[in-house]
């Protein structure tokens, strides 16, 4: 009886995880996000932006999307900003920056040992100001004397600049690379100075940018909208904004009934 029970929860659980990479309904939004894909491996650079209400299926769809984008050699990596955290600016780079650091480490010995001479040769002795917010970058970089700068607004400058050149760095070391960047509604300003930063510099670059983010409330649409605006550059960019499944689904439902019956008149 127990071993009966587990044998189905066990199978719940594999269905359950299957389940979790299946969007229905998404062929057209799904096939949209993976051919920007085609850009980076014809080496430029892309930039998807999916907005929707709560729910509708924003981080699914893109994350299903990533995982067929893996089989493809894609380097995905994953950061989500989170509300309420004014306080702790950030928290999706930082994800984004330890999901590269732990990519890099799967890297042969000969090739880590010559991206930790890069970094260290680019960065200089602010790549003390990467381990101090990421500590496991700390097994890349190695160990490195803390930075101590009272000055806020340059020590700010000085991090922006070290981010921005490590996202750099990755995007040629791990090629092709995927950012996907969850619920940007709640990006705090700092953050948003280093995804604009590495934006503007997206056409020397061979990357792929995703975005998501909520436009439930006018709050949030009117600062996406205000955000998007300051995405300027000339790379292949599409919008994604995800309507209602259902509706569609009733919709076509409804034209096949409606075929069939004329036909049986
Ligand atoms: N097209 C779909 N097919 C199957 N399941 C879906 C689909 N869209 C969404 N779901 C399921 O609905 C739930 C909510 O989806 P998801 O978390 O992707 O929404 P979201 O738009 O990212 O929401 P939020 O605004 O809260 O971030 C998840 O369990 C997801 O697996
Ligand atoms: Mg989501």
């Known amino acids: 009886m127990m ?3 587990r044998y189905l929860e066990e199978n719940e ?3 359950r995880m299957k389940l979790q990479n299946i969007v229905v309904g998404r062929d057209k939004e799904l096939e949209a996000i993976k051919m920007q894909f085609d850009h980076v491996l014809e080496g430029q650079s892309a930039l998807t932006i999916v907005a929707g209400d ?3 299926g924003k981080t699914a769809l893109v994350k299903t999307a990533l995982a067929d984008l893996s089989k493809l050699n894609g380097t995905c990596v994953y950061g989500k900003f989170e509300q309420y955290k004014d306080e702790e600016p950030y928290i999706a ?3 984004i920056i330890e999901n590269i650091a732990n990519h890099m480490l799967t890297l042969p010995e000969e090739k880590l040992d010559r991206i930790r001479k890069t970094l260290i040769k680019e960065l200089g002795k602010d790549a003390a100001l990467i ?3 990421v500590p496991q ?3 890349i970089i190695g160990k490195l004397s803390k930075i101590k700068l009272n000055d806020y607004q340059k020590l700010k400058i000085r991090l922006e600049k070290s981010l921005q050149i490590f996202i750099k760095f990755a995007a040629k070391e791990l090629y092709p690379l995927i950012l996907f960047i969850d619920d940007l509604q709640w990006v705090d300003k700092p953050s948003w100075d280093i995804i604009k930063s590495i934006n503007d510099t ?3 670059l061979e990357l792929y940018i995703i975005l998501a983010y909520r436009n439930n409330l006018e709050d949030y649409r009117t600062r996406m909208q205000f955000m ?5 550059n000339n790379v292949h960019r599409v919008e994604i904004e995800l309507g209602d499944i259902f509706y569609r689904y009733y919709n076509s439902t409804f034209i096949e009934l409606q075929k069939y019956n004329f036909k049986r008149r």
């Open 3 to 5: 071993q009966g029970n």
């Open 13 to 15: 659980h594999t269905l």
């Open 54 to 56: 709560i729910g509708i």
């Open 93 to 95: 780079i930082i994800q």
């Open 131 to 133: 381990i101090d917010i």
């Open 137 to 139: 970058t700390e097994r």
């Open 202 to 204: 997206l056409s020397e």
């Open 228 to 232: 998007q605006n300051e995405l300027t």
